[in-house]
């Protein structure tokens, strides 16, 4: 599912390569393939839930090692790509990589302590897809709280409503305030900060605590994988009709976008995957396939590099090979096409040397990683 949510957003950032002869409707449609963002969330949501909802212990050593296990599996990578990307900068002084912000070294701090994600003007910074782990983490860190609430007072439902609350007394606190766009507007707020967006999360949750309840067999016959997964289609639908707000650029910014993506979608993705649970289809032997589940595991990285100066580099090396591949034609006197002369077919080979370049980084860095750390002392008191 990580891979398929990785592929949808991949989609959505180069739906401009798709060719002319595509409606213009087809290519809104792609454009709202960030969807893939909120099935990341919703998945968390259950992930973290089933894991921990019913054997958490907030104390410091149980917090300790559980942020150790959420350190290790997310930081590692988006350390090493994201310090990539300012030696990128300070070797080709692209602006991209930090919007003309004027102290660079400052601004490497806080992409690589995720606080750029709270302000506006700054989310694109670094790697510019970056800016979901800020909402990630910010949820990694809430979770024990979240559980410990809940289990307190049994009310599930009123905690989205706070957090998103607070979200909005802090927009109309400092959108007056012009320090980056630190909660600069109400749609920033909901689209690309926790505050906004932890409905997401506590659809993950919600489905988690039933499945525990209900466990993985169920008596109706309604095939909800696909119902979902029509659903999940749906909505992009909606937001690819929507007009796009003046200064954003897709349907998802709309207020109707919003509430869309925010809400409908995440029910959609948790209703989908209560499917996959507890459903014996064709599309659930295809996810558990060992190849698609290994893509699935290196898609962290996959979507980390999708985008930036990886990807830059990866394009600049098809455009030299194309301009050699026309070389050799000029010498052998032929008039052949390149296969590198097309934008469409060039962004299917760039798909694929992504997907080998994260299986690589995967296999020999990421994973490895991984296991260092959690069965390190990192973060735990040494019994010496």
Not at 91 to 112: K, R, W
Not at 357 to 363: H, R, W
Request: include cysteine; charge should be positive; proline fraction near 4%.
């Amino acid at each position: 599912m990580r891979a398929l949510a990785a592929y949808l957003v991949f989609i959505s950032h180069y739906d401009y390569t798709f060719d002319e002869s595509f409606p213009h409707f087809v290519k809104r449609f792609f454009q709202e393939f960030h969807i893939g963002v909120t099935i990341f969330f919703v998945l968390s949501g259950f992930l973290i839930a089933f894991r921990y909802y019913n054997n958490f212990h907030l104390t410091k050593d149980w917090f300790r090692q559980y942020l150790k296990n959420r350190v290790a599996r997310i930081y590692p990578m988006y350390f090493l790509i994201t310090i990539g990307a300012f030696v990128y900068f300070y070797s080709t002084g692209d602006v991209s990589i930090t919007a003309d912000f004027p102290y660079p070294f400052t601004l490497m701090l806080m992409n690589i302590t995720f606080v750029r994600g709270f302000f506006n003007d700054l989310k694109f910074t670094g790697i510019a897809q970056g800016w979901s782990l800020t909402v990630e983490e910010c949820f990694y860190f809430s979770a024990p709280f979240i559980f410990l609430f809940a289990k307190k007072y049994k009310k599930f439902y009123i905690q989205p409503l706070l957090i998103t609350g607070f979200g909005a007394l802090l927009v109309i606190i400092f959108r007056n305030v012009n320090w980056y766009g630190f909660f600069g507007n109400f749609t920033f707020m909901m689209l690309y900060t926790f505050l906004g967006r932890c409905f997401e999360f506590f659809a993950g949750i919600q489905l988690a605590l039933y499945v525990q309840r209900k466990g993985f067999s169920r008596t109706n016959s309604l095939p909800l994988t696909y119902i979902g997964f029509l659903f999940i289609f749906v909505c992009p639908f909606i937001m690819s009709l929507l007009p796009v707000p003046k200064g954003w650029n897709a349907g998802l910014q709309h207020p109707l976008g919003i509430v869309t993506n925010n809400y409908l979608l995440a029910m959609s993705i948790a209703l989908f995957f209560y499917g996959l649970l507890t459903e014996t289809t064709v599309l659930k032997k295809v996810l558990a396939n060992p190849f698609v589940e290994l893509l699935g595991k290196s898609s962290y990285i996959f979507y980390l590099i999708h985008l930036g100066y990886i990807y830059h580099y990866i394009h600049n090396w098809m455009n030299q090979l194309n301009d050699k591949v026309f070389e050799w034609y000029d010498k052998w006197g032929v008039d052949w096409h390149s296969p590198f002369e097309y934008d469409s077919l060039n962004i299917l080979y760039a798909f694929i040397i992504l997907n080998a370049l994260s299986v690589l980084l995967f296999k020999t860095i990421e994973e490895p990683l991984n296991h260092y750390i959690r069965k390190s002392n990192f973060l735990i008191k040494s019994s010496k």
